[in-house]
């Protein structure tokens, strides 16, 4: 005779497995067999605690019913980097509809919007929208703690900058710059930074914290208008648009590269992060970097074999932190040949592709 765990023991043990639905349940009993738990849990639990397969899940949507997919509903509910992260992007990019979060990206980000989809262990699809890639969740207590954090319905011109702990703050302007910034590299202005927003009060409050935050910062401000007609995302507006910008030259956006990427989260739109590791640390007397010969050593022993695959160790943050990003620039006229001669590489027929300088 099997011996079944209670019902309350057995909501706390599969709670481990994170299970979505009936159908998902039955798939997961016959692919582990588990010996302490019934196939038919609504027939053995009836009488015994049996509320449902929400409640014997843990996908219960207290709205009412049974929730599609589960999410961890309390996300929002307690601050960490990641979360911080993923709160300043919906700031930017994301809204509430009724009892529904949602974050849109443009299509070529999807891999971001599948990691915080993870991260908010929502089993669930993103679905596509024209030039997007949307994250649509529906919870009531996501959205009541989303406005706990301060966010709020048709929040794009009039919502307050949110009080985040000084802590997570480079969490959530990442986030932010991520949405609604942008870092471009020119042969004529070099690095460049920005970010914009349609509500200039809580420009201003952002502008004040990043030179509360990071001493001393420049930067200016200018008002933009966008013409009706302007194709943004495949949409095009149907009136004109006024927002503010901040702009930031290039010892700024080095600056503002040190804070927002300090808290080492996972979370970051992998594209803008490259580019604002492009721009180096140019400043070499505030660099204590290796000699070029030092480091030369050093990055043939990890044997990368293109630059390509230098733009990765950077991306993944495993380089060494005295061996510059940008080589090229940091050993110019001091021993600096080639990329082939940087990674060890005699034989020009390796595909190296040069970097941006």
């Given amino acids: ?32 067999h588990p010996h302490n738990l019934p196939y038919c849990p609504h027939i053995y639990y009836k009488n ?34 990641n979360m911080s992260y993923v709160l300043g992007l919906w700031f ?69 900058f949110p009080y985040v702990p000084k802590k997570y703050l480079p969490g959530f302007i990442r986030g932010l710059w991520d949405g609604d910034g942008s870092v471009v590299c020119s042969k004529k202005s070099g690095i460049r930074s920005s970010i914009l ?36 995302l495949g949409s095009k507006l149907n009136r004109d648009s006024l927002s503010y910008r901040i702009s930031f030259g290039p010892n700024d956006t080095r600056r503002i590269r040190r804070f927002i990427y300090s808290d080492n989260s996972s979370l970051y739109l992998d594209r803008k992060r490259l580019v604002f590791e492009s721009v180096g640390d140019i400043c070499l007397h505030k660099k204590n970097f290796l000699s070029f010969e030092d480091a030369k050593k ?15 160790k950077i991306n993944n943050k495993k380089l060494s932190l005295n061996i510059p990003v940008c080589p090229s620039v940091t050993y110019k006229n001091k021993g600096w040949t080639d990329w082939y001669d940087w990674l060890g590489k005699t034989s020009k027929g390796s595909e190296l592709c040069q970097l941006q300088k």
């Fill in 298 to 312: 050093i990055v043939h022993k990890m044997k990368i074999r293109s630059a390509k695959e230098w733009k990765e």
């Fill in 197 to 232: 927003s349609g509500n200039e009060r809580f420009i201003d409050d952002l502008y004040a914290i990043l030179k509360d935050n990071i001493n001393p910062l420049g930067g200016s401000k200018i008002c933009v208008i966008q013409k009706k007609g302007t194709d943004i």
């Fill in 48 to 81: 015994k605690g049996w509320e449902g397969w929400g409640n014997f899940l843990g996908t219960y949507n207290k709205s009412g019913g049974q929730r599609k997919y589960g999410v961890n509903e309390n996300y929002f509910k307690k601050w960490s980097c």
């Fill in 92 to 160: 930017a990019d994301g809204c509430m509809v009724r009892n529904t979060f949602r974050i849109g990206l443009n299509k070529k980000d999807v891999d971001l919007l599948m990691d915080i989809s993870s991260e908010m262990d929502f089993a669930g699809k993103l679905r596509s929208e024209r030039e997007l890639m949307i994250l649509e969740i529906h919870s009531k207590k996501i959205i009541h703690n989303l406005i706990k954090k301060g966010g709020k319905y048709r929040k794009s011109l009039d919502v307050a």
């Fill in 1 to 32: 005779m099997s011996y079944f765990l209670t019902y309350i023991d057995a909501v706390k043990y599969i709670a481990n497995f994170k299970i979505s639905n009936m159908r998902h349940w039955y798939k997961w009993y016959k692919e582990n």
